[in-house]
């Protein structure tokens, strides 16, 4: 049977200072029209996804979280994508042209002043977002054939509306959060609160307008992550595993699990083959549904 061919290309900033602040920038181009589908598992990154000449239609609610990308009659389009309580399905069904800025936790904020729930988050995030004096980057992104051509254009973009300070207390947050997760640490909204000295309703107001979810939802999305990655580099009883990043037992695991990703642990590793890949969390199939290439961090 026919298989479509999504080439992928992953490129790092080369600039330190952007470094601290975008993780990679993913290129993304299928050139026939045959389906492609592929699932990514939540993270607490944030996407600026851009598109040329695609239509999106993302769902998005309790019980479904899927985009499919059609072509389209727009030029450009682009969209935030992060944050994700489940599952986010995605089906392309003809060709694709996209570019995307995977930002590292919080570091969006650096890039504007709007909080994230002023951002319009279908159709023209791009142009919201930045509002480049050239009026004519997105053509002149798009045009350029070569993906590390590309990726300059877009960090000297970003380097130019670069303002640190406006992170400065979140960064401080995310950093008792970096010391405590080399050594599977625990730390509870309380006390991160007592680590930066302010209150809970503060806490809730910076990470809401910095990283667009509550405390509580990111340190939940940071423990899956962080299981995950054990489970599927290091094999261990599941028990061993939920007690390991302090769920109640594993019974608690499993069910957190399956919010996530739609499946127990031991069907998501019987489903899936592991591999080292910079693409975080991220299952591909074919028209079949075979499932192949799961990649975490």
């Given at each position: 049977m026919e298989k479509s061919l999504l080439k992928t290309t992953i490129l790092k900033p080369q600039n330190p200072v952007l470094k601290q602040y975008?993780?990679?920038?993913?290129?993304?181009?299928?050139?026939?029209?045959?389906p492609v589908q592929y699932t990514t598992f939540p993270n607490n990154n944030l996407c600026l996804a851009i598109y040329r000449?695609?239509?999106?239609?993302?769902?998005?609610?309790?019980?479904?979280?899927h985009c499919v990308i059609r072509a389209g009659r727009e030029?450009?389009?682009?969209?935030?994508?992060?944050?994700?309580?489940?599952?986010?399905?995605?089906?392309?069904q003809q060709e694709l042209d996209q570019i995307?800025?995977?930002?590292?936790?919080?570091?969006?904020?650096a890039f504007t002043q709007l909080n994230f729930d002023e951002i319009d988050h279908a159709g023209q995030v791009f142009e919201q977002l930045f509002q480049p004096k050239e009026p004519y980057f997105l053509e002149q992104l798009f045009g350029e054939t070569d993906p590390a051509r590309q990726a300059r254009r877009l960090e000297a973009l970003l380097l130019h509306q670069l303002e640190e300070h406006?992170?400065?207390k979140i960064s401080e947050a995310l950093y008792h959060l970096s010391l405590a997760q080399p050594h599977r640490q625990n730390i509870s909204v309380e006390m991160l609160c007592q680590k930066l000295g302010v209150s809970d309703t503060t806490l809730f107001r910076l990470f809401k307008t910095g990283l667009g979810q509550n405390p509580q939802k990111y340190l939940k999305t940071i423990r899956f992550r962080q299981a995950l990655h054990d489970l599927t580099t290091a094999p261990n009883p599941l028990t061993t595993v939920a007690l390991r990043h302090h769920y109640y037992d594993q019974a608690h695991f499993i069910r957190d699990f399956k919010t996530f990703t739609g499946y127990s642990p031991k069907k998501l590793l019987n489903m899936v083959s592991v591999q080292h890949n910079p693409l975080p969390?991220?299952?591909?199939?074919?028209?079949?549904?075979?499932?192949?290439n799961f990649f975490c961090r």
């Open positions: 975008v993780e990679y920038f993913l290129f993304l181009r299928k050139k026939d029209e045959l000449h695609n239509q999106v239609n993302h769902q998005r609610h309790e019980k479904l979280n030029e450009f389009t682009s969209r935030i994508y992060g944050f994700h309580h489940m599952p986010f399905r995605v089906d392309i995307c800025v995977i930002f590292h936790p919080a570091a969006l904020k406006r992170i400065l969390g991220f299952t591909r199939k074919s028209k079949v549904n075979d499932f192949y």
